[in-house]
């Protein structure tokens, strides 16, 4: 992730590889998440769902919207070959680092919600991304 600008002219770029995106946990299911069922989804996440591509997100408008640092970035998002407007709250953390959780409908970006171990496996259309990001040291 990369923050650029002046007070007031800021702005945010984030190029993530598809391999970095992981599975937190898994909720309503019949039974617990296992670490292979993870590594299965994380790969199928890369080749099947995104194809490898990267996720790429560039801001159009980013500004404070209050003394909690809580930080409104507006922009497009790409991944798996379609591009939408999206806007985030983040918070920054410390001045160093940013955090937030934004909820995502596979479905606008074209991705059919995986299905796995023949059906035992669902993952909802909806779904939490979050983002934990260091912010780059200025020198």
């Known amino acids: 992730m990369e923050v650029e600008g002046e007070p007031g002219a800021v702005h945010v770029t984030v190029n993530a590889d598809?391999?970095?995106?992981?599975?937190?946990?898994?909720?309503?299911?019949?039974?617990?998440?296992t670490d292979r069922d993870r590594a299965e989804i994380?790969?199928?996440?890369?080749?099947?769902?995104?194809?490898?591509k990267p996720v790429r997100f560039r801001s159009s408008d980013a500004r404070l919207v209050d003394e909690h640092?809580?930080?409104?970035?507006?922009?497009?998002?790409?991944?798996?070959?379609?591009?939408?407007?999206?806007?985030?709250?983040?918070?920054?953390?410390?001045?160093?680092s940013i955090r937030g959780t934004i909820p995502l409908r596979q479905s606008d970006?074209?991705?059919?919600?995986?299905?796995?171990?023949?059906?035992?496996?669902?993952?909802?259309?909806?779904?939490?991304?979050v983002i934990e990001a260091d912010l780059p040291r200025s020198e």
Do not use: C, F
């Open 18 to 33: 598809a391999r970095s995106l992981e599975v937190r946990r898994g909720v309503g299911g019949v039974k617990q998440l």
């Open 42 to 52: 994380r790969k199928n996440i890369d080749a099947k769902v995104l194809g490898g």
């Open 69 to 96: 640092a809580h930080l409104v970035v507006a922009g497009e998002l790409s991944m798996a070959g379609v591009t939408r407007p999206l806007t985030a709250q983040l918070t920054v953390e410390d001045g160093r």
């Open 109 to 129: 970006w074209g991705i059919k919600p995986y299905r796995g171990l023949m059906g035992a496996l669902k993952v909802r259309d909806e779904v939490e991304v």
